[in-house]
């Protein structure tokens, strides 16, 4: 892993902070996580490899990280703010979901690109998974899917929260 590399995830871990504080449910808070997941996209697939179960492989990474999402979304605490605009506020369990999914793969590259080396590359092997850009590509999927599974969860609630209109003005 280059320096570059936990740089991106520590800033998508990092995302949990405006989580954590509380954010108004406008287009730019709810879109600034996807442009995050997007842009180390584009920084690190080279390819999307299909051969042997590398499909598979992006499969179970897209859904585990819609259960990460989802669940991340559904824990998260809404309100509403006196103009009547939801805000979302991350938890214990919804800060610490995001954390497991976004550490896990920055683990997970470490693991496998140090003392995991081997067993990754057997696991490959004996599972047809043709290499590192298959890698790369299950768990970029995994969490884009993470992202957008979250921002699912959380717009439709918020979407409720708000519906209701203003909260009214206490007197």
């Known amino acids: 892993m280059t320096t570059t590399d936990y740089l991106i995830s520590a800033a998508l871990v990092l995302l949990v902070v405006p989580q954590i504080r509380g954010t108004r449910q406008t287009l730019h808070n709810a879109l600034f996580p996807v442009v995050a997941v997007v842009a180390a996209a584009a920084y690190y697939l080279t390819s999307f490899p299909t051969q042997g179960h590398d499909v598979g492989l992006?499969?179970?990474g897209v859904?585990?990280?819609a259960v990460l999402g989802?669940?991340?979304g559904?824990?998260?605490r809404l309100s509403r703010a006196s103009d009547g605009v939801a805000v979302a506020k991350a938890g214990v369990l919804a800060a610490g979901l995001w954390i497991v999914g976004m550490a896990s793969r920055t683990g997970f590259e470490y693991w496998a690109t140090h003392s995991g080396s081997h067993a990754v590359a057997r696991f490959s092997r004996d599972n047809?998974?043709?290499g590192s850009d298959a890698w790369t590509t299950g768990l970029l999927l995994m969490a884009l899917a993470q992202v957008l599974c979250r921002l699912a969860?959380?717009?439709v609630?918020?979407?409720q929260v708000s519906a209701t209109g203003p909260v009214p003005a206490r007197a």
């Open 58 to 60: 992006d499969v179970i």
């Open 74 to 76: 559904a824990a998260t």
């Open 63 to 65: 859904v585990a990280g």
């Open 153 to 155: 969860v959380v717009r």
């Open 70 to 72: 989802v669940a991340c």
């Open 128 to 130: 047809l998974i043709t």
């Open 157 to 159: 609630r918020a979407h």
